[in-house]
Each structure stands twice: as C-alpha cells, then as structure tokens.
C-alpha cells in the first residue's frame, strides 16, 4: 500500500513538472512535426503584453493552422478580377431595395446621425457581402497569424516553396510584399486579439475573406477599433448585426470626410478610403444612384 502511494505521488510530481515544462518553455505547436510556424509569433506577441496563457490557448487549439492555400490567394489575386457587373444588374437593385425597406429604421437613424445616404450604405454591403451572405469561410485567426510569421525568414521560405509555382511574383518581389504585409497582418492580428477579447467574443468562430476582413462591412480588426459603431445600443459592438454594421459604415465614412450633400468627385475620395479600386468606387455610387 505503501508503495503505490509512493508511486502515485511520484506520477503526480512527474505531471505537474510536465505541465510546467509545457506552459513556460518556448512554443512548440506547429502544423508539421518538424518545424514550428507560430513560435516566433507567439513569443512576439507575449513580449508586447499578451498574456502567455491566452496565447497558449489560442495557437494549441487544432482550430488554428499555417494557411498555406488561403494566404496564397493574397499573392496573386487581382482587385480588377472581380465581376463588378453582377452589382448594378436588376436582381441585385431588388435585392438591395428589399435591404432598403427591411432595416428602415437603422438606416434612417444612421442617415440622421451621420449624414450618410441610405444608398451608399446599402451599396457598400451589397458589394462587400451581399447583404451578410458572403462573409468568407477563412478563419481571420488564421489568416492573419500566417501572413503575420512571414517575418519569420524560416517560415518565409517555407511558404515561398509552396506557392513560386503558382505565382507571377519574382522572389524579390515576394520577399518584399511578404515583408510588408506581415507587419500590417502583425497590428491587424493583435486588433484582433483585443477586439474578441473585448467583446468576449469566439475567435474560432470568426470567419472573414482572403486577407483578413470580417463581418457584413468587411472591416479589418484595425479599422473595428477606430470607426465600430454600436448600431443596436446594446452595449457591445457586433459587426456580424446589420445594425451595427450600418452604423460602422456611416461613420466610416463621416470620419472619413462625407457629408450631407457632399458631391460626387468628394464622395469618390472618401469611399477610396474604404477600398482604393477604381471599379469598386464607381459601382458603389452607381448603384447607390440606382436606389435613389
């Protein structure tokens, strides 16, 4: 009897060392067995504040993986691809005078609020989700913790392997954009970070496009912390609620320069401010004038 207590404490301590092994040691969880994606981010984000528990928690997940094939689409595709033309086309204008007529209230309030047309904020989400039917299929955790460990020369060159094939870019064109965008992807992914935490929201659960953007306005987490509005005056801001994504938009775009009566070239430098392409302006405002 005597021995198997003496056992079982000895398995006990064995544990509890293990356990501590595992929380205070570098991070070791990595999508191939031999080779570590994430520990150098996790261990940047750590030294800037993050609780080390919390980053444990998140990266040890079987959720969260180096997205290889989703992050490569931020390296090939093209703004001037999109089909623009399906935007102003009848069933499109129906669906958005439905929109229209559905959140007249939130609509209105965020039209008297913020000077902003009803139209331009109906045609934003129009373009950007189809009314909150596309919102993307990519975990945003993912997909900014990816781009994010491409400073990482190591993780660099592994995911340059994997997609030189597939791309148009020179390796010095590649190094350089992957230097670039990690650090953007870097300050979106601890927004983030701050934005769930928050809101206490699931971060597993968030899904958003190619490059990182989420909810029915497509904000980048960056932009959630400046311009998120709470629509619904529920205390919290949820950019997956079409009242609070409405109201985002609208102040969106009044803090960005818009105002009652603003004309039609002012306009068009505001909303570049939301998306720079050309095509993208020019269809807002079109079919923002079709609903008028």
Known sequence: MHDTFVLMKRLLHVSACLLAMAFFLPFEKAVCADFNYFGTLQEKLVSEGFKREKIVQIYQSPNVFFDTKGVSLFFVHREASLNYSQF????????AKIYLKSYEEELSRAESTYGVDREVITAIILVETKFGQSLGKRQVINTLSTMASLSDANVRN????EISGSTKLSLEAFE???SDKSSWAYRELKALLRYTEKEEMDIFKITGSYAGAMGIPQFMPSNIVRFAADGNTDGRIDLFDHADAIASIANFLKKCGWYRGINEEKAKKVIR?????????????QVAQKLK
Do not use: E, G
Request: hydrophobic fraction near 35%; charged fraction near 20%; proline fraction near 11%.
């Open 88 to 95: 102003p086309s009848p069933l499109s204008l129906a669906a």
């Open 158 to 161: 592994r995911f340059w392997k």
């Open 176 to 178: 350089k954009k992957a």
């Open 273 to 285: 401010q939301y998306n720079p392409s050309s095509y993208y302006i020019d269809t807002i405002l």
